[in-house]
């Protein structure tokens, strides 16, 4: 939620006319992956939960690109979207180490 958060402020401050483009993508992007956490902690299986948790970890590295992108056309300030990116890489790696986890773990 945090990320969600960060890349929300971060992309009010691009071009206009990424609206419809990087904007959309963005916000798209980082209210998928705590979204896809939340939907698979719901879930019955561990097969299920983890399955979710990919999903979750593939929005992150599309929400890495689309500020990779940001980053390659100077859009923005360049300490927030730093920031951004520091954290989803880090959201990248929690992910994954939960994905391993629910999966890893005995059937109860």
């Known amino acids: 939620m945090d990320l969600t958060d960060l890349t929300y402020n971060y992309s009010k401050e691009l071009p206009l006319d990424e609206r419809f483009n990087l904007i959309d993508q963005i916000n798209r992007c980082s209210c998928s992956i705590p979204s896809n956490i939340a939907e698979g902690s719901g879930k019955r299986t561990n097969t299920h939960n983890a399955e979710f948790l990919s999903t979750a970890l593939t ?11 940001c980053e ?3 859009y923005g300030d360049s300490d927030k979207l730093r920031s951004c990116l520091e954290l989803v ?3 990248q790696k929690m992910i994954f ?3 391993e986890h629910i999966v890893n773990r005995p059937v109860s």
């Open 89 to 91: 890489q880090e959201v």
């Open 72 to 74: 390659r056309r100077a």
């Open 59 to 69: 929005s992150s590295f599309e929400l890495e690109t689309q500020l990779l992108i």
């Open 97 to 99: 180490a939960f994905r």
